[in-house]
């Protein structure tokens, strides 16, 4: 397996041929037919947290994530876009060892939408069917698919663009079933991330609501403004962790320059609703503001961070858990996602205060380095049996990120955790997280 990985390495560094519209420029030639792609190769090791065995295989991972992506995409006329998209992720562990995991002989429909643009006096815009959905800095919507990892993030749905130049309003409509409706593998059956093998997500969500953007309401600031609602349906497997859920979310961001040197950002929501048998009252919110020294070279930045996820406090009737509604993916930590699962499941990020900083500089043009130290809090305190002690101190979490832009088409980084556990948790040894990638597009 080191030999194949050694080779695919050497082809892409090699292969000069190959850049960003390979294919489009080189075999198809056309003005409203495009095809490209990306290949992406990861390294991961990592010691998680969630029973602290050093002997435990879950705790204890060493594998190869070889992801390959080919879209296609159509502009017969100027209004209407045709876009798809097929995705497989071939996995090898070395530890682990003899795992085979369900992603592997799979191919995906990863995007199938179709975007139609209003006339020049309609300002509307609809982008219906399979597609990938960010808004903000992903607090609430980003990732439909946690349960495969990175491998894909799509959403099932659509959304009615309105566009008044300085404002735009998004309707949102998304029924993730997290259940693959097109797949080819081995078997012949859809097979994916999750429990039972195929799931993509915990349980069926759907989400509707509307998403305001302004840039002109306050100057050189960007305003942004959401209502959302979410109905999450009885987990077929699990019903006790994944009730019935009805979730109202209203929030909003704000972004932008201070001067030159300071720009800034935050964001709040509150989340009134019902979880299972209990009226549901939650608050989740961020706000960082970084200091960028711009006459210096190496354009040093500072960062500091705080975040602030509501707990659920069992003695009161009321459930006051933050919902990361489609937002389970590791925007704070690659490594800590894991030890949540525990708790409800992998990233899905609640109870949580962690308290930020970073530094990051730029020695060289196209490469940027992050050092990043974090400490962890709990708001309110877990049950003290198992792997969870009777505290709120999470633990604290340095980070290590080196990006690098080889050029217009290949992109690689390395990145690097550790963990050191608080009270929140009844063992005391550190985990740690490191991966290498590289990233060519074609």
């Given amino acids: 397996m080191k030999r194949i990985l050694c080779v695919l390495v050497v082809m892409v560094f090699t292969a000069s ?10 075999v198809i030639q056309s003005d409203w037919f495009k095809v490209g792609g990306d290949f992406r190769v990861r390294e991961v090791g ?15 991972q060493h594998f190869w994530r070889l992801r390959t992506r080919l879209y296609f995409q159509a502009d017969p006329i100027e209004q209407v876009t045709l876009y798809t998209r097929f995705t497989n992720e071939w996995r090898y ?33 609809l982008k219906a069917g399979r597609q990938d959905m960010i808004y903000g800095e992903g607090f609430l919507i980003l990732d ?74 306050i100057e050189d600031q960007k305003l942004e403004a959401y209502y959302l609602y979410k109905h999450g349906l009885t987990s077929e497997t699990d019903p006790d962790k994944w009730p019935d859920n009805q979730v109202n979310v209203v929030g909003g961001r704000l972004s932008g320059p201070i001067n030159d040197q300071i720009k800034y950002a935050a964001e709040a929501a509150i989340q009134l609703g019902q979880y299972g048998d209990h009226s549901m009252t939650a608050f989740g919110g961020y706000a960082h503001a970084t200091y960028t020294v711009t006459d210096c070279g190496i354009k040093p930045a500072f960062t500091l961070e ?14 006051g858990g933050w919902d990361p509604i489609l937002a389970r993916w590791p925007k704070w930590s690659e490594l800590y996602i894991y030890s949540q699962v525990p708790e409800k499941d992998i990233a899905y990020w609640t109870n949580t205060q962690i308290y ?24 309110e305190a877990a049950s003290g049996t198992g792997v969870f002690g009777t505290g709120k101190d999470r633990g604290q979490n340095p980070q290590f990120i080196l990006k690098y832009a080889f050029n217009d088409w290949l992109s690689g980084h390395l990145w ?10 009844a063992g005391d040894d550190d985990g740690f997280f490191a991966r290498w990638q590289l990233l060519a597009k074609f």
């Fill in 17 to 26: 041929p190959l850049y960003a519209g390979l294919l489009e420029k080189n």
């Fill in 46 to 60: 990592f010691n998680n947290i969630i029973t602290w065995d050093k002997n435990n295989d879950a705790d204890q």
């Fill in 93 to 125: 562990y070395a530890k682990p060892k003899n795992r085979e995991h369900g992603l592997r002989d799979e191919i995906i429909l990863d995007n199938a939408y179709i975007n139609l643009k209003g006339l020049e006096d309609i300002p509307l815009t």
């Fill in 144 to 217: 439909g698919t946690p349960l495969d990892g990175s491998r894909t993030i799509f959403s099932d749905g659509g959304k009615l663009t309105l566009d008044l130049d300085e404002t735009t309003v998004d309707l949102l409509a998304i029924w993730n079933t997290g259940k693959q409706w097109f797949a080819i593998n081995k078997n012949d059956e859809p097979l994916g991330g999750g429990d039972p093998p195929g799931r993509l997500d915990s349980q069926t969500i759907g989400l509707f609501g509307a998403y305001l953007t302004n840039k002109s309401l």
């Fill in 306 to 319: 705080y975040v602030y996820l509501s707990g659920d406090d069992t003695d009161s009737q009321s459930y």
């Fill in 356 to 379: 930020r900083a970073k530094f990051g500089v730029v020695p060289i043009e196209r490469m940027t380095v992050d050092l990043v130290y974090q400490i962890l809090r709990a708001n």
């Fill in 416 to 425: 690097g955790e550790y963990f050191m556990p608080g009270n929140f948790y």
